[in-house]
């Protein structure tokens, strides 16, 4: 039952004591503002002269603007939980002196306390939201902001019941000590909340270095000038221009149907305010948290304009009693249950340095001064139509025509101020190209060519070929005697690409030089600049000790030097490729390369199967440059080495389109290797193009997990780097529901495995589920371009809560209906337990006992999954599992095979499992059988008894 009302309030555990306490605060703050209200608009409609009416709007917004504005010089200086308790003990002493004045002086005091009263909500609310802000981030917000608001509207309830009673029993005028004792209620409730939430308000100032004044017009500059502040601001000021005009009408019919009857009128008062609670309450607890979370912020905000422009019409056609009271139910309901709730959330993607003074002077100032302006438009009015009110509705339909075009364009703006706040909080530096400007750049550049320190040149050598249409020759001449045999090498290199023939004999030097590299970077640029003149002064280096330099003197030759090049050097190419030492084999399978020479393969296919890893690398980039059809499957299995793996994918990226149907058939037949497969993703990757995107999309659908996960990486690249791509987006959307099942799975069955208490198999488990996670959050990025979604994957993994909050969030702006509930029951929650039930109500999920899983797992195809269920068998030594151990011991990976040795060891075997230890001395993997011979050994004799 607990879990169930828990989950209906969106309450999550640590939330409840300050979620109560926060309902509390708005539960006495309102009662208060309520009950001063009823009294306050009793007392004046009954013993003032109601054409003043209008005029009391433009008061209530001078006062409010000029109180709103002494606040908010305040409002970010000092602690909040400090400041909400000494402007509310104000508020308590100024409302007791208002009783007594009440008494004391004549009817000039109605309009005073009338403005005090509305100046005293206005305060408190500003003060209770500001100060809500501070106690929940935005996720919290989301869920709790109906349920808390929902205080305010209980007040009106409660209140608004037994206010009519009282003002029979107690007087209207005493009412304000009702008021005043409500006040005192909240100081304790602040204070209670101030003690336990201490660390919420530690950093609720902004500094003692920022304490002076500030004017108005420096406010208005920081709210208009955020696109998104700007935004409220309008969306508040409308508001309050449309409701102002209900409350007029609410008031001038009431006042003319309970002419001269003070108490009657107090007590219709009492009991509109009771039943409107009623409903709101209903509203903001059932629905409010639910609705935002689910229909978004724009839908909420919708609700109020669409049931004031229907009663607004109705009201035009009947205006009588009945009618304003549901115009102004509609306003009561709704903008105190949905509406605020949902206007507060719009203020949290602002920071927290400027969230205070913003909210104080939109709602404090900009507020009355729309509802001072609607006043005077008012008063104006009535002149023209005399107290038939109806007719101000045509205004008011006017104002909500504006009023729902803003809230329909104010999304965009809501989402780019949340990833706006989430970049402030980690910048980051795209890539970019360097440029060289102009001519004194260049200046600077060759003087920095002239340096002694060696990595300063290298940075000047690498911004060279930045620069075009100039000769670095004269420049790069002097490098070639440099005291870094780097900086040496370098130079060389650019001056292949420069007009270096005057800078040969600086090359030729260099034959000569201590550093064997840059003597063979110095043999291939005379050859590539000389050709056929270079054989006679070449050719004595086929002879050469260094192997580097023997092996570019045979590129150079064959290369650059004619048909008698390739006669001499050709002798000499094919000793090295045949030669015992692995390191001068390294180098025949690199001149192979070089060379390009495509009828030399027949010599890499002999060297793609050598035992030395370091040739076979070799000779798998060989045969990259090469690029025979002859050595494609070759390498295709090259793969397969974890050796030549890298060089491989390499290669066989170099192909091209030409490879794809190849590597397709690799990829549907499951019966090959499975690094191999793994290992064609980023193949495609590299060869890019539409047939690459297809084949890649296919893969999304496979079982194995690291294939999917190789594949999607290979697609979000493919994405980021050729947008013109077609993607098949309905596959997918498929995947992504994969995924998300997948990791509503991972949960459950991590639930299912908690009874075991196997710490190494549920990390096993929550790594995968955040594997999961990120292939969520790539598919993501692909379906949802240009959304910035790498940077809130980052913010979601941090450790800041208002952070990750605000990812949260824009997430939930961003995503449709389906993927957002899913993927936000995955952030949301932080219990297992939990994540499975939701997922339960969402995909048919597997659920079985523990031992169950086991057996399960320990089939895997995910070899560490399947060694880490071994574990656990073993740890559990239930006989049941000694078959399953056995088949283990025969597992394609050899850390299954080790864990399944050691698992069976702790097994009651009957008759001993030394014959089954025995077969794995000769296992293929060291590591098995060092595993093997110690448990053999262990046993005693080779025992296992």
Known sequence: MSVAVYRWFGLRPGEVGKTAGMFLYMLTAVGAFITGRIARDAIFLSRYDVDYLPYMYVWVAGAMVVCSYVYSHFADRFRRDRLVLTVTALLLVLMLGARAMLSLCGEWFYPVLYVFVEVMGGLLLIQFWTFADDVFNTREAKRLFGLVGSGGVAAAVVFGSIVGVLAQSIGTGNLLFISAGLLAACLVVVSVLSRSLHGRFAGSNAGPGKKGAISLSADWGKVFSSRHLKVIAWLVMLTFVAVTIVDYQFKIISRFTYLNREVD????????YAVSGILCLLIQILFTGRLMQRAGIVASLLLLPAWLAVGSMLLFVAPVLWAVTLLKGADNVLRYSIND???????????????????????????????????????WTAALVGYRAAWLSLGSLAVLCVWTIIVLGMKNEYVRTLLSTLRQRKLHFGESSPAIPDAQAVEALRQTLTDRNENTVLHALEMLPFVRRHDWSPELGPLLNHASPRVRLQAIRLLEKEDGQTQLDGVLARFHDPDKTVRAEAVLSYCAAMKEKALPIVEPLLRDESIEVKAAAVVGLIGSAGLDGIVIAAEVLRDLVGSDDPDVRRAGAWAIGKVGIRSLYGRLLILLADPEPLVRVAAVRAAGVLGCQELMLPLIYSLADPHTTRAAIGALGAYGASLITTLRTVLDNPQEDPAIRQAIPQILARIGGQMSMDVLSNILQADETYLRSRALEAILQLHLGQTDLRRDREMLRRALHMELKNSFQLHATLTDLAPLGHDLLMENFRHRIEQTLDRVFKLLRILHPGKHLDTVQRNVASPDPAIRSNSVELLDNILDAGTRRCLMALLDEHDTGTISALGSELFPLLHMMAENWLQELARSDHAWTAACALDAIGRLGNARFVPLARMLLAHASPLVRQTAAFSLKKLPVPGGCQKDLSRLVEDPSPKVREAARFLLASAGFFSCG
Do not use: C, E, S, W
């Open 341 to 379: 709730a949902a206007t507060q959330v719009l203020f949290l993607p602002i920071p927290a340095r400027i969230r205070g003074r913003a909210k104080t002077f939109i709602d404090g100032i900009l507020k009355p001064l729309a509802q001072g302006g609607t006043g005077l438009v008012i008063a």
């Open 265 to 272: 009128l107090a007590r219709y008062f009492g009991i509109f």
